[in-house]
């Protein structure tokens, strides 16, 4: 089923666009087509998720679509700006200015504090920190009167509460999130995904989520289903059960 989020490509609805791909492919040296004429339109506020097998191109996908990486052919748009007319220069400043990153291994810097970590993105970017801002976003990845240990004093679900903190921290236009949940037991799990949940929704935050897991797929508003560097599925209001079924499916045929 198509949605609002996903739907294909009008210029028009391009000022609501805030990532969109057009006849996007990928093939890497050796001759894999990783990427095979995908075209997505991710809408601002939206919370989507992109799932798929192993292999199938999920990460082809975030990383062209997030500017680390350029397609072989196709249109690459965030917040209505090309990325494949970049120099690499200009790629990294327009990541540093557009995008944030959620990583599986948190990657926070060992020696800093929490604070430092969380601003971090700031400083790099020569922008002052809002007091106020950060404050919030502390308070709301609940950090508030943890800001001074390092990351090895906190739990796993602490430090990647530090690192959702340190991607919103440049209000960016979209987070991306590589298995944000990979590391984690199930019930902090559970715990980082409301937080994903209430930033889109309280924050009108856009967020892009990476999973090959369905139960970690559902908790978003839209699951795109990939498979053999296709899309082949979209699914809207999305059940675990559901998802994983399609998967056993899709791994069947
Ligand atoms: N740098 C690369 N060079 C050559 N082939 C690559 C490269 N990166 C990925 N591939 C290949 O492209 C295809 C898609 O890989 P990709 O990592 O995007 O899939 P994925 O769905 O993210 O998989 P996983 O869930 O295992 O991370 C695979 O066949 C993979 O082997």
Redesign the pocket.
Known sequence: MSSPALAPVPPEAARDAVITLDHVS?T???G????DDVSLTVERGSFLAVM????????????CAAALDVPTSGTVLIDGRDTRSLNETKRTEMRRDLVGFVFQAYNLVPSLSVADNITLPLRLAGREADPAWVDSLVERVGLAGRVDHRPAELSGGQQQRAAIARALVTRPSVVFAD?PTGALDLRTARGVLKLFREVAEDLGQTIVM?T?DPAVAAQADTVVV?AD?HIVQTVTEPDAADLANRLISMSED
């Open positions: 990928k890497y040296e050796g894999v087509h990783a990427l798929g097998p192993s292999g199938s191109g999920k990460s082809t996908l975030m990383h298995e990476v090959h990939m560097g």
